[in-house]
């Protein structure tokens, strides 16, 4: 027979679907930590075996990573895509070029529509970031977020997936570089930088954000090269 009967819905198969969009639809961020087995199942009216079923689907499926005696976390949509891939691209020395394109074509989009898109929240949320970053000893931590949440504040969900794939990899960027800068007495002026872009976002400017981004984009790079040139030393933290 070409047609089948139509079967009714597994439980496991609906929760699984729900909690694929509120990730899909960015609901769910990246990072973001579920209830616990639990309160989820309360939450959602399920069994804990049948929820358990699907988180597991969703874990096999790229969507959520369980962690034993932490929790389960929210994956970024594009990680079983690009993470192993960019992993050991990024192992290879020219590669750190290819990262910063990326970056200058993704980061400067990002705070344009970031700029008319952020909420009073996440736009309090970059200061604070900012504030940590002019007076922190783990300023380099402070800066990864403040770049990964105006990811988040474009409000454009892909950007945030391929974002969070690349975090690491920004996070070590962001180390070495502030740490040459540092050693050459220029951690004023990226740091002027930051707060020209976090000004343009938070004053509704988004060409000025494109353009200051871009502008901070060309920085880091100029210095990733003169660090290659100088024969600079990565430091393991």
Do not use: C
Request: no cysteine; glycine share 4%; aromatic share 8%.
């Amino acid at each position: 027979m070409r047609f089948q009967k139509i079967k009714p819905k597994r439980v496991s198969d609906e929760i699984y679907r729900q909690l694929k969009e509120l990730v899909l639809d960015g609901e769910l961020k990246p990072g973001e930590k579920l209830p616990s087995e639990r309160e989820l199942a309360v939450q959602m009216g399920v069994s804990r075996p049948t929820l358990r079923e699907a988180l597991q689907k969703l874990e096999a499926h790229g969507f959520l990573k369980q962690i034993q005696g932490d929790g389960t976390y929210v994956q970024s949509a594009a990680s079983p895509v690009l993470s192993q891939a960019f992993t050991e691209m990024m192992n290879k020395g020219e590669a750190m070029g290819d990262l910063m394109e990326l970056r200058r074509i993704l980061e400067t989009w990002a705070a344009k529509a970031a700029a008319t898109r952020a909420t009073d929240e996440e736009i309090e949320q970059l200061e604070e970031f900012l504030d940590e970053m002019e007076d922190s000893e783990r300023d380099y931590e402070s800066d990864a977020s403040f770049h990964a949440l105006i990811s988040y504040a474009s409000h454009n969900i892909l950007i945030v997936h391929v974002m969070n794939t690349i975090y690491e990899w920004i996070t070590k960027v962001t180390y070495e570089v502030r740490r040459h800068i540092r050693l050459e007495g220029g951690i004023r002026e990226v740091d002027s930088l930051h707060r020209k872009i976090f000004e343009a976002i938070r004053d509704r400017e988004p060409d000025k954000a494109y353009d200051y981004m871009l502008e901070h984009m060309n920085y880091v790079e100029k210095q990733l090269e003169i660090m290659k040139t100088s024969g600079y030393q990565p430091q393991k933290h």
